[in-house]
Nanobody, 123 residues
Framework: QLQLVESGGGLVQPGGSLRLSCVVSGSTLDYYAIGWFRQAPGKEREGVAC????????NYVDSGEGRFTISRDRAKNTVYLQMNSLEPEDTAVYYCAAALWSCGSSWREYDAWGQGTQVTVSS
């Protein structure tokens, strides 16, 4: 059974950085695309970035372009989301999720989800 566990969230000041981690167990990253998603209170879940099973990267949100970087360590079966120059609008619960092989076009195409980690950007 595929399981995902996020960590690395917290409270950070505007302009600060955080690195989120998503540890995958039950299979390897060779078979799964891993996406990062976020959901703020009262808003719909939105995709942030994804890395496919072959290592291809996709950014879902224009606002993250140049600020958010997704990467993976296959030896550790872990996917990271490096977030720089954080803004209050980035405040949300961040989730990682797995889809077989390729990055989905919608969060509904992802089969397994982590429990989420809270990111709060505030002074």
């Amino acid at each position: 059974q595929l399981q995902l566990v996020e960590s690395g969230g917290g409270l950070v000041q505007p302009g600060g950085s955080l690195r989120l981690s998503c540890v995958v167990s039950g299979s390897t990253l060779d078979y799964y695309a891993i996406g990062w998603f976020r959901q703020a209170p009262g808003k719909e879940r939105e995709g942030v970035a994804c890395i496919s099973s072959n290592g291809g990267r996709t950014n879902y949100v224009d606002s993250g372009e140049g600020r958010f970087t997704i990467s993976r360590d296959r030896a550790k079966n872990t996917v990271y989301l490096q977030m720089n120059s954080l803004e209050p609008e980035d405040t949300a619960v961040y989730y990682c999720a797995a889809a077989l092989w390729s990055c989905g076009s919608s969060w509904r195409e992802y089969d397994a989800w982590g429990q989420g980690t809270q990111v709060t950007v505030s002074s």
